[in-house]
């Protein structure tokens, strides 16, 4: 005959663990009323359920990051689920406060990196570990860190920006200045990343685009050309080349918010107001359900 279970120790439970009311139930029977078991019952029947999620789909989620006080380390982070249900959940979004400070004071490169690392808690579970028990029990669908980015500098700063809703978010270093102005200037570039307009960049700059994609762009401008004359191909190349590098590289593009000015207009003006020669070094943008 299976062991009676109080309504209390079942809330007592559940509150713990965020599994739900029956299955904290069930998982206290098997244990025989011992709290720690029925937990790490519930740890182990959650793991074996998010195996299953795994191959799900994460077309939702939200956007974390955070910057040092004093400019020079960031951390973008992009923690994907299946539905907007989920990401509006408390505990989905305490995860990826958690996760994003946990990237801040760690130096990691990538989820796998991130995965890796003992949880904030003191468990001595992994961070892999942590999401899989909450697919399996509190959370119920797919879940991973799909998209994470952690920038530092010794001469410059970073900054960031993420979009009010969460879903799409930016990071920018910039060397050469610690000044007020480069602050600004960071904030400006990391919107207008963001923003993805026209186009989400490629490369910080023409001689950063990766040559296989320059090698595509230069075969797709000569295509219907041929035929000409080498010198009108030629022309006719430069000039596609040169809307794209207008088009897909930072420096390049149109600044969102005054298609008038350049990307690389704004960063002279900051340089002019800080006394220094900056430098664009690296960007990253990430948004909800995308690769």
């Known amino acids: 005959m299976m062991m009676e279970i109080s309504a209390k120790d079942v809330m007592t439970l559940r509150a713990r663990t965020n599994a739900g009311m029956m299955e904290s139930k069930k998982a206290l029977q098997e244990a025989n009323g011992d709290m720690d078991k029925a937990a790490e019952l519930l740890r182990k029947w959650g793991a074996g359920r998010a195996d299953s999620k795994v191959a799900n789909e994460m077309k939702e989620g939200l956007i974390g990051a955070k910057i040092a006080t004093d400019g020079r380390t960031g951390v973008l982070l992009r923690l994907g689920c299946q539905t907007d249900f989920v990401a509006r959940n408390d505990g989905f979004q305490k995860l990826l406060t958690d996760l994003v400070e946990m990237a801040f004071r760690h130096p990691v490169a990538s989820p796998a990196d991130l995965n890796k690392l003992p949880f904030s808690d003191a468990s001595g579970r992994t961070v892999e570990q942590v999401i899989k028990e909450m697919v399996g029990s509190s959370i119920k669908e797919n879940m991973a860190v799909t998209g994470l980015a952690r920038f530092t500098t010794t ?18 270093r910039i060397d050469g200045s610690t000044d ?8 400006e570039i990391a919107m207008h ?3 993805g307009m026209p186009f989400v960049p490629v490369a910080v700059s023409r001689d950063k685009v990766d040559p296989a994609l320059l090698e595509r762009e230069k075969a797709i401008a000569a295509e219907g050309i041929k035929g000409k004359p080498p010198a009108i191909v030629e022309k006719i190349v430069a000039g596609k080349l040169e ?15 005054d298609e008038s000015r350049k990307i690389r207009d704004l960063v002279a003006d900051a340089g002019k107001a ?11 943008r990430f948004k909800v359900g995308e690769v």
Do not use: C, M
């Not at 001469?155 to 920018?172: C, F, P, S, T």
């Not at 800080?274 to 990253?284: D, K, N």
């Open 155 to 172: 001469d410059g700063q970073i900054g960031k920006y993420v979009h009010h809703n969460a879903k799409v978010g930016a990071l920018v």
């Open 274 to 284: 800080s006394s220094a020669t900056l430098r664009v070094v690296e960007f990253a």
């Open 193 to 195: 990343v963001t923003a």
């Open 180 to 187: 007020d102005a480069v602050r600004v200037l960071l904030g």
């Open 243 to 257: 809307k794209f590098f207008s088009d897909q590289v930072l420096l390049d593009q149109p600044f969102v918010k």
